[in-house]
């Protein structure tokens, strides 16, 4: 992390970052199998409830936020963009160790990233055209490159080479945490000075992000009558959000042309980056949490 830590070796581009991205989707779909989509028919009312649950918190916090927040336009459109991003794939693993439903937590996290790939663009679209003009069919079409085909080719490569793919898959997530540590590293280089111009309010915006996330998702589904290992699940599939996607559609040429000032285009993917930094910590916290205390009908 020298590029944190004094700027002396150069982070990588937009480029290198949609590679990663790409990479952490194909790794996605390496391990999805046709089991994981009958799961949707299997748990209709969790599934739906938990993505409408994603796409309607999160957005509608992450505006609120920008808007009491004052926030410059780069930060702004940043953070609204990462709010109406799907689910990460790290909220497995804090599901699991959080004893909550695993299975609803795989599901939502594929069925959020295949509803993402039109509800992002016309999200922020919607929600952050009150800070600068955004162009939602270039963001479908970085959605359908960086996320559908890489998923897709994923899913067909387990289907068709089961015994090949099965190893690799093994190690994806291990892939995945990398390859995001390498695109928050180089997007915190690259954007060093102005997030410690903005530090004080940046920080708090998007801390107040996920912690909307994360305690919205489980008031609601605890409304919504869900068991226990449900509202876990839920919380922290709203909670955790795919933070390299963000980054790296907030990185592209096109996303950056958008404004007015080079300034704020450099700004707009930090948001994501920070975001990908505080998800984890206080995923884990809950999942610490949580797996002292069984769920209901749990021994």
Excluded at 4 to 32: E, Y
Excluded at 96 to 108: D, E, G, P
Aim: with cysteine; net charge positive; charged share 10%.
């Amino acid at each position: 992390f020298l590029w944190v830590a004094d700027g002396s070796v150069k982070p990588f581009g937009q480029s290198m970052i949609a590679v990663l991205l790409g990479i952490i989707m194909l790794g996605m779909g390496l391990t999805l199998s046709v089991e994981d989509f009958r799961r949707v028919l299997a748990m209709p009312g969790p599934v739906i409830a938990g993505v409408v649950l994603q796409f309607t918190i999160m957005p509608l916090a992450g505006i609120a936020i920008a808007t009491l927040s004052a926030l410059p336009a780069g930060l702004a459109v940043g953070l609204v963009l990462v709010a109406c991003c799907p689910g990460g794939t790290a909220s497995n693993v804090v599901a699991f160790l959080a004893r909550a439903n695993l299975a609803l937590s795989v599901t939502m996290t594929m069925a959020s990233t295949l509803v993402a790939i039109a509800l992002t663009p016309l999200l922020t679209g919607w929600l952050a055209g009150v800070f600068v003009e955004v162009d939602r069919w270039n963001l479908f079409r970085e959605m359908v490159t960086v996320v559908l085909i890489p998923v897709v080719a994923g899913v067909l490569l387990n289907r068709l080479f089961p015994r090949a793919v099965e190893p690799i898959a093994r190690f994806s997530p291990l892939v995945s945490i990398v390859a995001v540590i390498l695109i928050v590293a180089a997007i915190i280089a690259k954007s060093k000075a102005l997030i410690i111009e903005h530090a004080g309010v940046l920080l708090l915006a998007v801390l107040l992000l996920h912690l909307a996330g994360f305690g919205l998702g489980y008031l609601l589904a605890r409304l919504l009558k869900l068991r226990e290992q449900d509202r876990r699940t839920i919380s922290i599939e709203v909670g955790m959000q795919n933070s390299g996607l963000g980054s790296s559609l907030a990185s592209t040429p096109a996303f950056a042309s958008q404004f007015a000032q080079p300034m704020q285009a450099a700004l707009a993917p930090v948001p994501s980056a920070i975001s990908s930094i505080y998800h984890v910590v206080i995923g884990s916290l809950l999942a610490a949490y949580w797996r002292r205390r069984a769920p209901e009908g749990e021994e």
